[in-house]
């Protein structure tokens, strides 16, 4: 705090800027508080690495949408994509036994996907909704067509990947943690991750800044099926089978977690930290009504009431930022 007020902030400033960069951490912390207070089964060490396990898989494509939405796009097949690429990657292990081929295979189905929709959305300008929604119905389609509807079984040493361990902690769980590490530093450290933030606030800025906006935009595409092509083989191997209908609507599980976690739709605005928060935060809620036994259906609405209420706050935040803005211009020209 003294550092606030060492920059000229007053409390209430000081208190506002707080408020403004840490809030979700103080929601996952309340949460975390009262989820701890209604059933004490939440803090046994067994629940918490299964809610991280669980949370693995989403949270891996929810640092891809991230990205994603901070440069004013979004992905609607992360889904179906990875169902492709796990269903591939499975198959490449059945085929060869080989561990690194069938995650590189995984990874490359989840890059040449993610590519085709970026060559649609920038080189022949189709919405990033319309072009993403085309190839979540395509990859499912190509899923269900190479596995003839049929569950891939019998994995044998594929389930290392997401049932496995390395000095007591999941697989999963270190997995999830150097992604984060990764994301968190490419959009606060590097040019391309600077570049995303420009795209989102202004496209038209940043072209006028000299920005490759069609390469960056290639590169986040690029970034994302990477990570839609981890999230695949992982899943796969949590769930001990190739399913070509697995995953559904993951996609949207994902973003809701990137919402809540503070990136606004409008571009421009995300971190990896708070995409992680939101993540949490959704488990935790989705953990205390099953260990409370709310009922599965209850369970949906809530999620949809989160989803609601995340993108309100969102539109909300925006117009409130605008305001601010044009009164700070007004009065500068006053003075």
Partial sequence: MSEYRW??????ETWGVIKQKYSIFLVLLTLFVVCSSINPNFLSVNNLSNISRQLSVTTILAFGETILIISGMIDLSAGSVLAL?????????????????AFLVGVATGVVCCLINALMITNFRVPPFIATLAM???ARGAALLYTRGQNILQLGRFVT????????VPTPI????????VTGYTLRHTRFGRSLYAIGGNEEAAVAAGINVNRVKYKAFLFNGILVGIAGVLFMSRVNAGLPNGAINFEFQALTAAIIGGTSFAGGIGTAAGTLAGA???GFLDNIMNLTGVDSYVQQIV??????LAVIYDIWAKVRRRTRSSLGNIETKEK
């Fill in 7 to 12: 920059r000229g902030y007053g409390l209430n």
């Fill in 85 to 101: 690429s796990g269903v591939f990657a499975v198959s490449a292990f059945k085929a060869t036994g080989s561990l690194a081929l």
């Fill in 136 to 138: 979540q119905t395509m």
């Fill in 161 to 168: 990947f997401g049932q496995g361990s390395i000095g007591g």
């Fill in 174 to 181: 270190l997995f999830l943690a150097a992604i984060f590490a």
């Fill in 280 to 282: 949490f935060i959704v």
């Fill in 303 to 308: 999620r949809g009431a989160i989803i609601a």
